[in-house]
């Protein structure tokens, strides 16, 4: 009977984690399961491991680590978040990431909450795993430094009344808190260790200093090869397929020696929306504006949101200040006008809930759950887009849009006024951008959704409502169809890439149309316009040194600005451009926004982006002589293949890094290097998975004994 009560009151504080200890049989010193060299992990040893983190929880443990950077933080997150993930913390993740260019994704940040196990065998692991690696930190040691932080944490208490109170209340020793104290630091300790154990030459350190510190400046004036192929005949049938077989299997923009203007017909992910919109304007027309005794009620209700601190003498600005209240005659309108929006805002998103009710009735009715259903089922269970928004258009006397848009890739989205600008927030976590959550379909897996990012969505399944980051309009969407990243049928393969139409006022226009023939043509004609391009550099130079920079400028834009289609209006196509300050991005520095947009749709774009501003950059540095701080032939004429364009250079120089310099920044730059390889590769060691996988973490019920009874790796009585 006692034991019986022991295990329930074990169940209550322990959670989830007696759940497992009911399968087994084996008593409180059996194996549960093992790890490292079948070493025995037994139900005592996670009953203690609960007891020290929850010790560790009466510490505020979990405080004290995120204020140790990253590192700390995630390691408070594997051992004490158990439910709720905070939002506010993961906006400081991705902003401290950022900033100090950690090499961590999003997805990794969301691995650690990824638990396969119960968090006590995750605390039984890294303590086991510090301690075979001889870490240990004395009781002593962890004594003082509780003692050191246990005011702050604990709002001016000191060392020995928390450590009283503990004892008094919990019934737990002085030595017993300090030897989990010390565990905790020893894991710590240990996690610095292992993740800064890659040693960094002096030459990398030679040139992370001088890249992240020397700087070029240019004058320049682009000659793109577009604008002069505007006057250059078709290229015939042959060529175009020629050149589309040796290109269809590239994405755009992917420069290499192979292809070193970065031509490519591979259709990237897409995805057809079918959506069902409502602009915030017409919702306006129809809304009753608030009362004077609305806006009365509102000014009484919130009378400290009125309250301001101003000078106490009008006349001296340095005055002390004191507070007052503005009268309500001088916000009145701006009650009204949040008062309006706000009931704006309340109607939009009433119609889009009804949208998703209608739209999701049959689902609701169904026999089976709508996870078990298949994409084709789903499809067949929800309602029509187009009924629903004539419905509510008829219930609620204003104009609901219903639409489709065609196949769109993820730069398409982002590029789009309406699509670009629509997001979702949901359970109180940051706003997921729309691009970011449809092309997470299982379809594609083009994107990755963490668990404090939005949900997944299916096909068909209803996403939103969504708002605009300007307020313009509310939208609920759904994906219709997916198609994955593949080489074009033919380059005659065409499809509609037509977007969200809300424009009342617009006129049928023709539909927006990809065409594979097109933009080989288009790349075809650039190509051949490149010796043109080339001439007309050549022409610039000589012009300029004739009449000056600003009267060639000007001459250039009479004689070929109008040929450019940008902007028929503006003639101003050739400008001289003064870039100052520009330092070359390191491949460390590239590796770091890679990581940091892993998941992002965009990311393979962004990649190419990159990479060929870094080779601008390097290209333009390659002009000076390495011994020198300017070329000394300018002006001169630089090729750039990735843009299909020529550069007129009128100067440029190199503030380079000298010796005196270079000592200064050397030794922080070393200690800088060694700080984001630790914090990078601490979401690598404290991965719930890694973790099990390092120490080889099985559950006994899998273990098969040898059948060689004198063979090794029995498991040993020792935990």
Same mark, same amino acid.
């Given at each position: 009977?006692?034991?019986?009560?022991?295990?329930?009151?074990?169940?209550?504080?322990?959670?989830?984690?007696?759940?497992?200890?009911?399968?087994?049989?084996?008593?409180?010193?059996?194996?549960?399961?093992?790890?490292?060299?079948?070493?025995?992990?037994?139900?005592?040893?996670?009953?203690?491991?609960?007891?020290?983190?929850?010790?560790?929880?009466?510490?505020?443990?979990?405080?004290?680590?995120?204020?140790?950077?990253?590192?700390?933080?995630?390691?408070?997150?594997?051992?004490?978040?158990?439910?709720?993930?905070?939002?506010?913390?993961? #906006?400081?993740?991705?902003?401290?990431?950022?900033?100090?260019?950690?090499?961590?994704?999003?997805?990794?940040?969301?691995?650690?909450?990824?638990?396969?196990?119960?968090?006590?065998?995750?605390?039984?692991?890294?303590?086991?795993?510090?301690?075979?690696?001889?870490?240990?930190?004395?009781?002593?040691?962890?004594?003082?430094?509780?003692?050191?932080?246990?005011?702050?944490?604990?709002?001016?208490?000191?060392?020995?009344?928390?450590?009283?109170?503990?004892?008094?209340?919990?019934?737990?020793?002085?030595?017993?808190?300090?030897?989990?104290?010390?565990?905790?630091?020893?894991?710590?300790?240990?996690?610095?260790?292992?993740?800064?154990?890659?040693?960094?030459?002096?030459?990398?350190?030679?040139?992370?200093?001088?890249?992240?510190?020397?700087?070029?400046?240019?004058?320049?004036?682009?000659? *793109?090869?577009?604008?002069?192929?505007?006057?250059?005949?078709?290229?015939?049938?042959?060529?175009?397929?020629?050149?589309?077989?040796?290109? &269809?299997?590239?994405?755009?923009?992917?420069?290499?020696?192979?292809?070193?203007?970065?031509?490519?017909?591979?259709?990237? #992910?897409?995805?057809?929306?079918?959506?069902?919109?409502?602009?915030?304007?017409?919702?306006?027309?129809?809304?009753?504006?608030?009362?004077?005794?609305?806006?009365?009620?509102?000014?009484?209700?919130?009378?400290?949101?009125?309250?301001?601190?101003?000078?106490?003498?009008?006349? *001296?600005?340095?005055?002390?200040?004191?507070?007052?209240?503005?009268?309500?005659?001088?916000?009145?309108?701006?009650?009204?006008?949040?008062?309006?929006?706000?009931?704006?805002?309340?109607?939009?998103?009433?119609?889009?809930?009804?949208?998703?009710?209608?739209?999701?009735?049959?689902?609701?009715?169904?026999?089976?759950?709508?996870?078990?259903?298949?994409?084709?089922?789903?499809?067949?269970?929800?309602?029509?887009?187009?009924?629903?928004?004539?419905?509510?258009?008829?219930?609620?006397?204003?104009?609901?849009?219903?639409?489709?848009?065609?196949?769109?890739?993820?730069?398409?989205?982002?590029?789009?006024?309406?699509?670009?600008?629509?997001?979702?927030?949901?359970?109180?976590?940051?706003?997921?951008?729309?691009?970011?959550?449809?092309?997470?379909?299982?379809?594609? &897996?083009?994107?990755?959704?963490?668990?404090?990012?939005?949900?997944?969505?299916?096909?068909?399944?209803?996403?939103?409502?969504?708002?605009?980051?300007?307020?313009?309009?509310?939208?609920?969407?759904?994906?219709? %169809?997916?198609?994955?990243?593949?080489?074009?049928?033919?380059?005659?393969?065409?499809?509609?890439?037509?977007?969200?139409?809300?424009?009342?006022?617009?006129?049928?226009?023709?539909?927006?149309?990809?065409?594979?023939?097109?933009?080989?043509?288009?790349?075809?004609?650039?190509?051949?316009?490149?010796?043109?391009?080339?001439?007309?550099?050549?022409?610039?130079?000589?012009?300029?040194?004739?009449?000056?920079?600003?009267?060639?400028?000007?001459?250039?834009?009479?004689?070929?600005?109008?040929?450019?289609?940008?902007?028929?209006?503006?003639?101003?196509?050739?400008?001289?451009?003064?870039?100052?300050?520009?330092?070359?991005?390191?491949?460390?520095?590239?590796?770091?926004?890679?990581?940091?947009?892993?998941?992002?749709?965009?990311?393979?774009?962004?990649?190419?982006?990159?990479?060929?501003?870094?080779?601008?950059?390097?290209?333009?540095?390659?002009?000076?002589?390495?011994?020198?701080?300017?070329?000394?032939?300018?002006?001169?004429?630089?090729?750039? %293949?990735?843009?299909?364009?020529?550069?007129?250079? &009128? #100067?440029?120089?190199?503030?380079?890094?000298?010796?005196?310099?270079?000592?200064?920044?050397?030794?922080?730059?070393?200690? &800088?290097?060694?700080?984001?390889?630790?914090?990078?590769?601490?979401?690598?060691?404290?991965?719930?998975?890694?973790?099990?996988?390092?120490?080889?973490?099985?559950?006994?019920?899998?273990?098969?004994?040898?059948?060689?009874?004198?063979?090794?790796?029995?498991?040993?009585?020792?935990?």
């Amino acid at each position: 009977m006692a034991v019986v009560v022991v295990v329930l009151m074990l169940g209550f504080v322990a959670g989830p984690t007696l759940q497992y200890f009911g399968r087994m049989r084996t008593g409180w010193h059996g194996a549960v399961a093992y790890f490292a060299d079948n070493r025995k992990i037994t139900s005592n040893d996670v009953m203690t491991a609960n007891q020290e983190l929850n010790i560790l929880r009466s510490l505020r443990a979990d405080i004290l680590l995120k204020m140790q950077g990253l590192r700390g933080i995630l390691l408070s997150e594997l051992l004490f978040t158990e439910q709720r993930i905070s939002p506010a913390l993961i #906006d400081n993740v991705r902003r401290m990431i950022r900033t100090n260019q950690y090499r961590v994704s999003d997805k990794q940040v969301g691995d650690i909450y990824r638990r396969s196990v119960p968090v006590d065998y995750y605390w039984l692991l890294l303590k086991n795993e510090a301690q075979l690696a001889g870490i240990k930190v004395a009781n002593e040691q962890a004594g003082k430094l509780l003692a050191s932080v246990v005011p702050r944490l604990f709002d001016g208490s000191t060392y020995s009344q928390l450590i009283q109170s503990l004892m008094n209340q919990e019934g737990i020793p002085e030595e017993q808190i300090l030897e989990t104290f010390s565990k905790l630091l020893a894991v710590l300790q240990y996690s610095h260790i292992i993740c800064s154990n890659e040693d960094i030459t002096s030459s990398q350190i030679m040139h992370m200093a001088s890249w992240e510190n020397e700087t070029i400046d240019v004058e320049l004036v682009r000659f *793109d090869s577009a604008v002069f192929a505007e006057t250059l005949s078709e290229p015939n049938e042959d060529k175009m397929v020629e050149h589309f077989n040796k290109y &269809k299997k590239f994405p755009a923009g992917s420069v290499s020696e192979q292809n070193p203007y970065g031509f490519g017909y591979k259709l990237p #992910d897409r995805v057809q929306l079918e959506y069902i919109v409502v602009r915030l304007d017409d919702i306006s027309s129809i809304i009753t504006p608030p009362t004077h005794q609305e806006r009365e009620e509102y000014y009484r209700k919130n009378i400290d949101y009125f309250k301001v601190s101003v000078p106490s003498d009008p006349n *001296d600005p340095n005055s002390p200040q004191t507070e007052q209240t503005r009268s309500y005659a001088e916000v009145e309108s701006i009650i009204a006008e949040a008062l309006l929006q706000n009931k704006v805002n309340s109607r939009a998103e009433m119609i889009l809930q009804q949208a998703r009710s209608i739209t999701e009735a049959d689902l609701e009715n169904a026999d089976i759950e709508p996870e078990k259903l298949t994409s084709e089922q789903f499809h067949q269970l929800v309602g029509d887009y187009k009924t629903a928004s004539e419905q509510l258009s008829d219930e609620h006397k204003v104009r609901v849009y219903a639409g489709k848009t065609g196949l769109l890739s993820a730069t398409d989205f982002q590029n789009d006024k309406n699509l670009g600008v629509l997001f979702l927030k949901s359970y109180g976590y940051s706003p997921v951008g729309l691009t970011r959550i449809v092309f997470a379909v299982d379809e594609l &897996k083009a994107s990755e959704l963490e668990p404090f990012d939005a949900p997944k969505p299916r096909m068909y399944e209803n996403i939103g409502p969504l708002r605009d980051i300007f307020g313009q309009m509310t939208a609920l969407v759904r994906v219709i %169809k997916a198609e994955p990243v593949s080489e074009p049928e033919s380059i005659n393969q065409t499809y509609s890439k037509s977007t969200l139409i809300i424009d009342p006022n617009r006129q049928e226009q023709n539909e927006d149309v990809y065409s594979a023939k097109e933009e080989v043509t288009e790349d075809l004609k650039k190509l051949a316009a490149m010796d043109i391009t080339k001439s007309k550099a050549e022409e610039f130079i000589e012009l300029a040194a004739k009449d000056g920079w600003d009267s060639a400028v000007d001459k250039f834009n009479e004689r070929y600005g109008r040929q450019a289609e940008q902007d028929p209006n503006d003639s101003n196509v050739f400008g001289l451009q003064e870039l100052t300050d520009i330092r070359r991005l390191s491949s460390a520095t590239l590796a770091a926004l890679e990581i940091q947009n892993a998941g992002a749709p965009t990311s393979p774009v962004l990649k190419n982006e990159r990479r060929k501003q870094a080779r601008f950059v390097e290209q333009l540095y390659s002009l000076v002589p390495p011994d020198s701080n300017t070329p000394g032939n300018v002006p001169l004429i630089m090729e750039f %293949k990735p843009d299909m364009s020529y550069f007129v250079i &009128k #100067d440029i120089s190199v503030e380079r890094l000298n010796e005196m310099e270079y000592e200064y920044y050397k030794t922080p730059r070393l200690y &800088k290097e060694d700080h984001i390889q630790v914090q990078s590769l601490s979401a690598v060691h404290f991965n719930p998975e890694n973790i099990l996988k390092r120490m080889k973490f099985r559950w006994a019920k899998a273990v098969e004994k040898p059948a060689d009874a004198n063979a090794s790796g029995q498991p040993e009585d020792e935990s």
